[in-house]
C-alpha cells in the first residue's frame, strides 16, 4: 500500500489511483489549475498532466518515471500515451508514436515519445488497471528500498537475522563453573556479529543462473560432450526450462502463439471465447468476443500438476515480431493449420526443430482429416476436431467443444511439466 506522501509525489501511483477511483486525468498547457482554454488533446501540444484527486496537482508532461525501458526512465508523456492507446495493435501505435514524435520535434520540444515494445506496455497496462501489484520494470519508491536496507542492516545488527551466536569469553559452560552475575551484563550487552557469509550475502538472494549458461558457449566447445539419451535428455531439460522469475517472486507468464493465416478456424478474435468459454465461434462472426484488431489478449487457466495454488496467466498473441531472444523459453504452444511460411519469423523455422521444443495445436473440423503436412510433423504436434458452426444452431448446441478444449489444455500442461514449469524455480 503506497503511503500517502508518495501518492502526491509519484505520477505512476497517482494515474493508478485515477483508473480505480475514475478521477479526472486532463492533459493542459499550464501548470495551474486548468481552465476551458488550458485542455489539450494534442500531447505534441500539451505540456502538463493535471490530476483531480487526490489532490489537485499538475505533472509536467517531461517528467521521468519509475517504469524504465532498456533501463532509461520513461517519462510521463510516453506513459499517458501508452494508456491511451492500449487497445491498439502493434502497427498503429508505432505509427501514432512516429507521428507524435514529428510533431514534438517540429515544436522544439525537449521531451521524446518513448515507443514501449509490446511485452512492456502489457505490462505497464495491467499494473495501472489493478491486475498485478508489482510490475519487473518499475522500480520501487526510494522510501520503500531505504526502509528495507535499513530493516536488513538493523536485524542483522542486533542478531535478529543472521550471523552467528556469540560465546562469552569466561568459560560458562564447565560442570560446577558460576558465572558472576556482573560479567552476565555484560555478555547480554554484547552485540552478535555476523559471519562472512552473512554479511557477503546481501539483503536478498541473488539468481546467477545466467553465468552458467555464458559460461557454457565458451567452455562447452573445448570439452568432450557425453553421449546418448541422457545426456540428450539433460541438454534438452536445460533448453526448455523457461527462465526463472526474479528475486521478487514474480512469475513468467508463459506465451501461446496464434497463426495468423486467415484460413484458421481459431484467430485473435475467438480464440478467447474458445480457450476460456470452451465454445468455437466462428473468428468473423458479430458473436465473438473480441476484434480481429487485437495484437494481444491473455486469458488465466488453473493447471494443477503445474501449480496447484494460483492460476497461470497466459498472454496470446499472433506475431513474433516484438520477441526478445528469452521470451522464446516462454512459449509453450503454437497453434498451426499446417502452412509453413507461419514459421519464417520463429526462432525454430523448420516444423521438426519447433515442435521438438514447443507443442503444435491443429484445430479442423469434425470428420475431416488434418493435412498431411501436420501427419507429417509426429507427436510433437496435437490434433482436435471440431463441430462445422451452423448459424442456425447457435452457440447453445456446441456442448462438444467444452471437451475438444479440456483436451486442449490437458496437452499443453502436460508439455509444460515436461519442460520443467511445475519445479520450484
Do not use: C
Amino acid at each position: 500500500m503506497a503511503s500517502a506522501d508518495a501518492l502526491e509525489n509519484d505520477p505512476l501511483l497517482r494515474l493508478r489511483h485515477a483508473q480505480k477511483t475514475q478521477g479526472a486525468v486532463i492533459p493542459t498547457t499550464s501548470a495551474e489549475d486548468p481552465g476551458a482554454g488550458d485542455v489539450e488533446s494534442n500531447l505534441a501540444a500539451a505540456t502538463h498532466l493535471f490530476f483531480s484527486e487526490p489532490t489537485r496537482r499538475s505533472f509536467p508532461l517531461d517528467t521521468p518515471t519509475r517504469f524504465t525501458s532498456a533501463d532509461k526512465p520513461v517519462n510521463l508523456r510516453s506513459i499517458w500515451f501508452a494508456w491511451q492507446r492500449k487497445d491498439d495493435p502493434i502497427p498503429a501505435y508505432v505509427a501514432e508514436a512516429e507521428r507524435l514524435n514529428e510533431q514534438l520535434r517540429g515544436r522544439g520540444q525537449d521531451g521524446e515519445l518513448q515507443n514501449l515494445v509490446f511485452v512492456e506496455r502489457l505490462d505497464l497496462i495491467t499494473w495501472l488497471e489493478g491486475a498485478s501489484e508489482e510490475s519487473e520494470y518499475i522500480k520501487p519508491l526510494a522510501s520503500e528500498g531505504a526502509a528495507a536496507a535499513a530493516s536488513g542492516s538493523a536485524q542483522v545488527a542486533s542478531g535478529a537475522a543472521g550471523g552467528i551466536a556469540t560465546v562469552p569469553s569466561g568459560d560458562a559452560s564447565r560442570p560446577g563453573r558460576r558465572l558472576d552475575p556482573r560479567l552476565a551484563e555484560i555478555y547480554n550487552g554484547e552485540r552478535r556479529m555476523g559471519d562472512r557469509n552473512t554479511v557477503l550475502r546481501g539483503i536478498k538472494p541473488t539468481d546467477f543462473s545466467h553465468v552458467r549458461k555464458s559460461a557454457e558457449t565458451f567452455l562447452g566447445k573445448g570439452r568432450g560432450r557425453p553421449s546418448g539419451t541422457g545426456a540428450h535428455a539433460a541438454n534438452a531439460a536445460l533448453v526448455s526450462l523457461p527462465k526463472k522469475p526474479s528475486s521478487g517472486g514474480r512469475r513468467p507468464d508463459p506465451i501461446i502463439l496464434l497463426s495468423p493465416s486467415a484460413s484458421s478456424l481459431l484467430r485473435m478474435s475467438n480464440i478467447k471465447a474458445f480457450l476460456e468459454g470452451g465454445t468455437y465461434i466462428p473468428p468473423d462472426s458479430a458473436l465473438a468476443g473480441s476484434s480481429n484488431s487485437a495484437n494481444i489478449l491473455h486469458i488465466s487457466r488453473l493447471l494443477p500438476t503445474v501449480d496447484a495454488t494460483r492460476p497461470l496467466r497466459f498472454i496470446l498473441v499472433d506475431t513474433p515480431e516484438q520477441f526478445k531472444p528469452d521470451y522464446w523459453n516462454r512459449v509453450v504452444a503454437v497453434f498451426t493449420t499446417g502452412q509453413t511460411w507461419q514459421f519464417k519469423s520463429y526462432k525454430w523455422q523448420q516444423p521438426q526443430d519447433l515442435f521438438r521444443n514447443v507443442l503444435g495445436v491443429y484445430v479442423g473440423w469434425r470428420g475431416e482429416a488434418p493435412p498431411a503436412t501436420v501427419k507429417g510433423w509426429g507427436r510433437g504436434v496435437s490434433s482436435a476436431a471440431v463441430d462445422k458452426w451452423s448459424a442456425n444452431a447457435g452457440a447453445q448446441t456446441r456442448w462438444r467443444d467444452r471437451e475438444v478444449v479440456e483436451g486442449i489444455w490437458g496437452a499443453i500442461e502436460q508439455a509444460m511439466r515436461g519442460r520443467g514449469w511445475g519445479r520450484e524455480r
